[in-house]
Protein backbone atom coordinates (compact mmCIF):
# COMPACT_ATOMS: atom_id res chain seq x y z
CA UNK A 1 0.00 0.00 0.00
CA UNK A 2 1.34 3.62 -1.08
CA UNK A 3 2.51 5.13 2.59
CA UNK A 4 3.43 8.70 1.12
CA UNK A 5 1.34 11.49 3.22
CA UNK A 6 -1.53 12.96 1.34
CA UNK A 7 0.15 15.86 0.27
CA UNK A 8 2.82 14.55 -1.70
CA UNK A 9 0.12 12.85 -3.39
CA UNK A 10 -2.17 15.70 -4.28
CA UNK A 11 1.15 17.77 -5.41
CA UNK A 12 2.21 14.94 -7.73
CA UNK A 13 -1.27 14.99 -8.74
CA UNK A 14 -1.09 18.36 -9.73
CA UNK A 15 2.21 18.56 -11.50
CA UNK A 16 0.60 15.83 -13.53
CA UNK A 17 -1.85 18.00 -15.04
CA UNK A 18 0.41 20.76 -15.28
CA UNK A 19 2.83 18.27 -17.53
CA UNK A 20 5.43 17.33 -15.12
CA UNK A 21 6.10 14.28 -14.17
CA UNK A 22 7.59 13.12 -10.18
CA UNK A 23 9.99 9.77 -9.52
CA UNK A 24 10.43 9.45 -5.98
CA UNK A 25 13.10 6.82 -4.28
CA UNK A 26 11.47 3.44 -3.42
CA UNK A 27 12.86 3.27 0.18
CA UNK A 28 10.66 3.63 2.98
CA UNK A 29 11.02 6.83 4.60
CA UNK A 30 13.48 8.62 2.18
CA UNK A 31 12.53 11.67 0.84
CA UNK A 32 14.08 11.83 -2.38
CA UNK A 33 12.12 12.93 -5.75
CA UNK A 34 12.95 14.49 -8.96
CA UNK A 35 10.34 16.03 -11.16
CA UNK A 36 10.58 17.34 -14.68
CA UNK A 37 8.73 18.54 -17.48
CA UNK A 38 9.86 18.77 -21.26
CA UNK A 39 12.84 16.47 -21.12
CA UNK A 40 14.43 14.38 -23.51
CA UNK A 41 14.08 10.14 -23.28
CA UNK A 42 17.64 10.25 -22.62
CA UNK A 43 17.42 12.48 -19.73
CA UNK A 44 14.34 11.20 -17.85
CA UNK A 45 15.90 7.62 -18.15
CA UNK A 46 18.62 9.62 -16.42
CA UNK A 47 16.65 11.27 -13.76
CA UNK A 48 14.63 8.02 -12.94
CA UNK A 49 18.02 6.09 -12.48
CA UNK A 50 18.77 9.03 -10.02
CA UNK A 51 15.60 9.30 -8.19
CA UNK A 52 15.03 5.27 -7.58
CA UNK A 53 18.96 4.13 -7.19
CA UNK A 54 18.52 4.89 -3.14
CA UNK A 55 22.34 4.46 -3.26
CA UNK A 56 23.25 7.25 -5.42
CA UNK A 57 21.45 9.85 -2.74
Known amino acids: M ?14 LLTGKRTI ?4 PDCRVSIRY ?3 TPD ?3 RL ?4 TD ?3 H
Open 2 to 15: DQSPLSERVSDAVA
Open 24 to 27: RCHQ
Open 37 to 39: RHV
Open 43 to 45: EAK
Open 48 to 51: TEIA
Open 54 to 56: HTR
